[in-house]
């Protein structure tokens, strides 16, 4: 059974850094998109990064590039999202999301489809 464990969420003054962590368990990172998603109160989903455990390949949402630094650490199945210059939109639950068949090319193979494994969600909450 796959599990993702998401952690270093919490509450943060505007301006702040965060650095959220994923470890996975059940399965072995070798050629996966490795992704974070967010949902804040009373909206959708939203794709916020992406990386390929395979080449490294990176995708980021037009609201967090610049700010957001996605890496994965495939001998500890760990993927993070360092978050800086943090904003109170940036407020919501990040869940951490995989899957083998996905890529990290563009929007639509980042964001577009459902993963196949997901984390429970950490909740990150940026004050103003």
């Known amino acids: 059974e796959v599990q993702l464990v998401e952690s270093g969420g919490g509450l943060v003054q505007a301006g702040g850094s965060l650095r959220l962590s994923c470890t996975a368990s059940g399965i072995t990172f070798a050629n996966d998109a490795l992704a974070w998603f967010r949902q804040a109160p009373g909206k959708g989903r939203e794709g916020v990064s992406c990386?390929?455990?395979?080449?490294?390949?990176?995708y980021y949402a037009d609201s967090v590039k610049g700010r957001f630094t996605t890496s994965s650490d495939n001998a500890k199945n760990t993927v993070y999202l360092q978050m800086n210059s943090l904003k109170p939109e940036d407020t919501g639950v990040y869940f951490c999301?995989?899957?083998?068949?996905?890529?990290?090319?563009?929007?639509?193979?980042?964001?577009?489809?459902?993963?196949?494994?997901w984390g429970q969600g950490t909740q990150v909450t940026v004050s103003s």
């Open positions: 990386v390929s455990s395979k080449d490294g390949t990176t």
């Open positions: 999301a995989v899957d083998s068949f996905l890529s990290c090319d563009d929007e639509s193979e980042a964001f577009g489809y459902e993963y196949d494994h």
